[in-house]
């Protein structure tokens, strides 16, 4: 019983410790940062013993006292550090007339925070009052100078309002006074009544009554802390029997090989071995498709190229089949105008010349070439190539075919008409001129040079 009240008793005073300590320290902080202290004192850095920080503000303290006071530096040995905290104890005393406690600051802990306080608060004092000082004496001169209007009528407002309350107070201090003749009989009585032994022996009876059962209360609090405690015992040794239970299964289970791991392995390398080949197939495949993308556009390019100096051989084609004509056309005007010329001696010639130029039409009619065919370029030789141009060909090759029975019906019908109409055949031996040479020269240049446009148009 005792036991538990000394531990509960320590508890609170460790507590109350605590709380001292973290107050202490904030203080100590907060004062040193408005004393401009060199460093950062965080809450943090007396949780463990710090001997070289409570060094360096003892140290800097006494600087702000007496600048020219000799402080030791060397606090590395136990000794040194006993000097130190020696010399500064004297200096303090002497220049600030304050007692510290050498084992509090020895410690270098919570204890040693409150002996700090003790030098810094005077310090912290004197600047906070220096302070408010100067603001009083500024608010002073400001009020005076600017605010007089407004001091009047406050001061007027302060009066009024001390009248009342003056009015207030000796309203009831009179009733106070009149009440005093009856409580001054009663304190006569009580003062003069003495106390008995027995309401004595009943006051501590109930003091001890209640202090029982406050014991009693806690009591019972530790009793179920120990069922509790019991219990809990109990569950933990019941795990930790499961706990070695399940491992031994577990062992047990580790050291045995399944059935069906032969087969898995077995497996497992035939997956390995085909997803290897997938692998190596798939970029075979990759390669290849890349391959014939390539080939494919060197091919299109191919085409592109032999299609576009085909094209360039065509188009100059005909622009020399088109200065041929030209010429051709310029010479025909040349031989008309010869045989213009000639007309008189072609009227002397008999109707026996005639009739030889008829059967010479007839021939050269006759041996006229047919008409030609639309021809297919770039046919294929031996079963290759002429498959690039094909769809190509074939188009312009049906368009020629309708191009040059356009151009050839009507030279043809003409022919026929004048053949089996008889009054063309009449008007012709009667007033025609016999055809001149030049003449017969250009009827007979006229099927080649029909053929020659045909080939250029078979294209």
Not at 72 to 90: K, L, N, Y
Not at 285 to 302: A, T, V
Not at 359 to 367: F, L, V, Y
Not at 422 to 440: E, F
């Amino acid at each position: 019983m005792e036991l538990h009240i000394y531990k509960f008793s320590s508890l609170k005073y460790t507590y109350y410790y605590i709380k001292m300590t973290y107050r202490d320290i904030s203080h100590l902080c907060e004062m040193a940062r408005v004393l401009s202290y060199p460093r950062l004192i965080s809450m943090e850095n007396f949780r463990q013993p710090n001997f070289r920080l409570v060094a360096e503000i003892m140290t800097w303290l006494v600087k702000q006292y007496d600048p020219l006071s000799d402080v030791p530096s060397d606090i590395e040995g136990e000794q040194d550090r006993v000097i130190f905290i020696r010399a500064i104890t004297q200096i303090i005393a002497t220049k600030a007339h304050l007692k510290l406690n050498t084992k509090k600051l020895y410690q270098a802990d919570g204890y040693a925070v409150k002996e700090i306080l003790k030098v810094i608060t005077p310090l912290y004092k004197a600047l906070r009052d220096s302070e408010n000082k100067e603001l009083d004496e500024e608010d002073d001169i400001d009020t005076h100078y600017r605010y007089a209007m407004n001091d009047d009528i406050t001061t007027l407002k302060n009066a009024r309002q001390l009248c009342s309350t003056i009015t207030q107070k000796g309203a009831n201090l009179h009733e106070l006074l009149g009440k005093e003749l009856d409580a001054r009989e009663a304190r006569q009585e009580v003062m003069n009544r003495g106390m008995e032994l027995s309401e004595v022996q009943d006051g501590i009876r109930e003091a001890e009554n209640a202090a029982k059962r406050e014991l009693a209360k806690y009591q019972k609090l530790i009793d179920n802390v120990q069922t509790d405690e019991v219990a809990l015992e109990e569950k933990i040794a019941k795990r930790l029997e499961e706990k070695d239970r399940h491992q031994r299964r577990l062992d047990m289970l580790k050291s045995v090989r399944p059935s069906f791991m032969n087969d898995f392995e077995k497996f497992e390398a035939e997956l390995n071995e085909l997803y290897a080949n997938y692998v190596l197939k798939f970029r075979i495949l990759s390669y290849l498709e890349k391959e014939l993308e390539g080939h494919f556009r060197s091919q299109r390019e191919k085409v592109q190229e032999v299609s576009r100096q085909y094209m360039q051989s065509i188009n100059s084609q005909l622009t020399e089949q088109d200065q041929q004509r030209f010429n051709r056309q310029l010479q025909d005007q040349n031989d008309e105008i010869g045989v213009h010329s000639d007309e008189d001696e072609d009227d002397d010639e008999s109707d026996e010349d005639d009739d030889e130029d008829e059967s010479e039409d007839d021939e050269a009619m006759d041996r006229a070439p047919p008409p030609r065919q639309p021809t297919r370029r770039n046919k294929p030789e031996n079963g290759t190539g002429g498959k690039k141009h094909r769809g190509m060909t074939d188009e312009l090759s049906d368009d020629d075919e309708q191009m040059q029975m356009g151009r050839r019906g009507p030279d043809m019908n003409d022919e026929l008409d004048a053949e089996m109409d008889p009054r063309r055949i009449g008007a012709g031996n009667v007033g025609r001129r016999p055809p001149s040479a030049s003449g017969q020269r250009r009827q007979r240049q006229q099927p080649q040079q029909r053929e020659t446009y045909d080939d250029d148009e078979d294209f």
